[in-house]
């Protein structure tokens, strides 16, 4: 039986892809997650997975942040980003981090149907437009995306308020801990991550992040 994770906090359309998936996979078995807090209690879990189809804007995650959590954590199943952003730049970026194929939330059921089979099958599936602008050689992004998997839960979550500009006040009251324990998250991430300070910090994740669009 065919195992599909669907990471969208929109309720209306994770039913659009419930949809398209019942249609290309009759009797799948569908996990639905609307934050990264669900997708880690699903990744304790290690339900095997045949197929991710991830939102880029979901609460927890910040630009290209989930879709590099996701990649760490199911080194061998297809991640495909289901977005409204259509920007061909965003595209060959998730491309970059890892995503095994992108479909626009715009697309009908029917291009949803035909993408889903053909990442499954093994291709690569992006938009026409998307496909003639792909460049032949890829940027790598392993280095940074190997420092990023390499913080724990609660450091992933005070990088992404960090990228969003929030002062450590305002994470700890976020995260309902002290200053000084987001100091020393501040710390070890500043660490992993090879640079001193904040704004070096900013810099170095300036790749991850996304302009968001207008509707998710």
Same mark, same amino acid.
């Given at each position: 039986m065919t195992t599909i994770l669907i990471a969208d906090d929109h309720p209306l359309f994770r039913a659009a892809l419930k949809q398209a998936v019942d249609t290309s996979f009759a009797g799948a078995a569908i996990h639905e997650a609307d934050s990264l807090a /669900?997708?880690?209690?699903?990744?304790?879990?290690g339900i095997p997975f045949?197929?991710?189809l991830l939102d880029l804007h979901m609460?927890?995650?910040?630009?290209?942040?989930?879709?590099?959590?996701?990649?760490?954590?199911? =080194?061998?199943?297809?991640?495909?980003?289901?977005?409204? /952003?259509?920007?061909?730049?965003?595209?060959?970026?998730?491309?970059?981090?890892g995503a095994d194929g992108f479909i626009p939330k715009s697309s009908s059921v029917d291009t949803?149907?035909?993408?889903?089979?053909?990442?499954?099958?093994?291709?690569?599936?992006?938009?026409? =437009?998307?496909?003639?602008?792909?460049?032949?050689?890829?940027?790598?992004?392993?280095?940074?995306?190997d420092r990023i998997t390499s913080l724990t839960p609660q450091?992933?979550?005070?990088?992404?308020?960090?990228?969003?500009?929030?002062?450590? =006040?305002?994470i700890a009251y976020e995260l309902d801990v002290s200053e000084a324990t987001?100091?020393?998250h501040m710390t070890a991430i500043f660490r992993k991550?090879?640079?001193?300070?904040? /704004?070096?910090a900013v810099l170095a994740l300036k790749?991850?992040?996304?302009?968001?669009?207008?509707?998710?």
């Open positions: /669900t997708l880690e209690e699903l990744g304790q879990q045949d197929v991710i609460p927890g995650t910040h630009g290209f942040s989930g879709l590099v959590y996701l990649r760490e954590q199911y =080194k061998k199943v297809p991640v495909v980003v289901i977005s409204a /952003t259509e920007d061909v730049n965003v595209i060959q970026r998730a491309i970059h981090f949803m149907t035909e993408a889903m089979r053909k990442i499954m099958d093994g291709e690569r599936w992006l938009p026409e =437009k998307a496909r003639r602008a792909m460049p032949p050689t890829l940027p790598d992004h392993s280095a940074m995306s450091q992933f979550r005070v990088m992404g308020m960090l990228m969003e500009g929030m002062q450590n =006040k305002v987001v100091k020393a991550l090879g640079v001193r300070n904040r /704004t070096q790749d991850l992040a996304i302009e968001p669009p207008g509707l998710n």
